[in-house]
């Protein structure tokens, strides 16, 4: 009997194997979705500290090797106001009440068609491909990438606007209070552009399916930033629609990070 209760123990596993781990193996689908996943260590709050700030100083010196695409981008946000300035003419009131506009129009369009040809750029060389192999979550990477854009980009975009819109004769209240709205708002429009070059790193006609699918997710922030600039001109309270603009860049930001993970794993699966 004891002999037979050995040879049953010895002979379960390779039972098991013939019923179970063959069958995995010949299906391909079966077994991917039975495979184990890819585990990330759980790391201390100190320790994911350190990997944030090693996360942005990274993003800031790859972002800092695309300076001639920062260059230029700025640069035609720069020529793109003194041409809307000329073609204005020289009414002073008729300059005062377009530039809000004109400024928050051209800060959505630079950067929603100059971030994603920056991503498709370290795609090429392999950088997006280090995020699925990081400890940490996607979504510290992309936060990182927004950073680095308000830093690199959306500082020097604000500056320029500041020092074009003395060309529409703005009192330096409303330049305030537009570089102000600028300056909430364009993290939700640099998650947007991260978000806009995820989703279309390898479809053709990326510009087409970013005018589409991105740019209506702008008008909240355009609408609230000219109701904040319309009510300070008339002499109302505009902290409701400054509240509204807040909230609304961080929700994008929030929407921006959790679509662009999602897009990230689903790329790195397929």
């Known amino acids: 009997m004891f002999q037979h209760l050995k040879r049953f123990f010895y ?146 975009l604000i500056l320029l606007g500041v020092l074009m819109s003395l060309l529409f004769a703005m009192p330096l209240e409303d330049v305030m209070m537009v570089s102000s709205t600028l300056l909430v708002g364009f993290p939700g429009l640099s998650a947007l552009g991260i978000l806009g070059g995820i989703l279309t790193l390898h479809a053709r006609g990326g510009g087409l399916l970013i005018a589409l699918l991105i740019l209506p997710f702008t008008l909240p922030l355009l609408l609230f930033s000219l109701s904040v600039m319309e009510m300070t001109r008339l002499g109302l309270d505009s902290f409701a629609p400054f509240c509204l603009l807040i909230s609304t860049s961080l929700f994008l930001v929030i929407l921006s990070i959790g679509i662009g993970s999602w897009a990230l794993r689903c790329s790195g699966e397929g």
């Open 11 to 156: 002979d379960v596993p390779n039972k098991l194997e013939d019923i179970w781990i063959a069958p995995l193996s010949a299906g391909g689908v079966i077994a991917r979705n039975f495979a184990p996943k890819p585990f990330r260590h759980r790391v201390s709050s100190s320790t994911m500290s350190g990997y944030r700030h090693n996360l942005l100083r990274r993003e800031i010196r790859n972002l800092y090797l695309y300076q001639g695409t920062l260059l230029a981008t700025l640069s035609f946000f720069a020529l793109a106001l003194f041409c809307m300035a000329l073609g204005l003419g020289p009414e002073e009131k008729i300059l005062r009440q377009s530039a809000p506009a004109i400024l928050w129009v051209l800060a959505i369009l630079t950067t929603l068609f100059s971030v994603p040809p920056l991503l498709k750029q370290e795609a090429h060389e392999g950088l997006l491909d280090e995020i699925l192999l990081h400890p940490l979550l996607p979504a510290f990477h992309i936060l990182s990438k927004i950073e680095a854009i308000c830093l690199l980009l959306g500082l020097p």
